[in-house]
């Protein structure tokens, strides 16, 4: 059974940072892409970013460019996403998903599992 558990998050002032982690098991992590979506109250979930398993790595345009950066251990069975100089509009759920296979997909339909969500809180 896959299981995909996220921890790290919290509530921080803006300009802050928070390091999520996502942890998996039940599957073989190095055959599969992580990505990390979140989804703000009354919005819907949107890509964060993706890391393939020959860490081939995209980030969603504009919204966290130069901001976030996603990053993988292949040996530790665990996906992160760094958070710097957060704003109050990144405030969300942050969920991981996994998709077997290389190919960075950015749409939730492509995604096979899904972890059941942190939430990121950033004051103003």
């Known amino acids: 059974q896959v299981q995909l558990v996220e921890s790290g998050g919290g509530l921080v002032q803006a300009g802050g940072s928070l390091r999520l982690s996502c942890q998996a098991s039940?599957?073989?992590?190095?055959?599969?892409?992580l990505g990390w979506f979140r989804q703000a109250p009354g919005k819907e979930r949107e890509f964060v970013a993706s890391c393939s398993w020959v860490s081939r790595c995209t980030q969603a345009e504009d919204s966290v460019k130069g901001r976030f950066t996603i990053s993988r251990d292949n040996a530790k069975n665990t996906v992160y996403l760094q958070m710097n100089s957060l704003k109050p509009e990144d405030t969300a759920v942050y969920y991981c998903?996994?998709?077997?296979?290389?190919?960075?997909?950015?749409?939730?339909?492509?995604?096979?599992?899904w972890g059941h969500g942190t939430q990121v809180t950033v004051s103003s």
């Open positions: 039940g599957l073989t992590f190095s055959s599969y892409t």
């Open positions: 998903a996994a998709r077997r296979g290389s190919y960075s997909a950015r749409t939730e339909s492509e995604y096979e599992h």
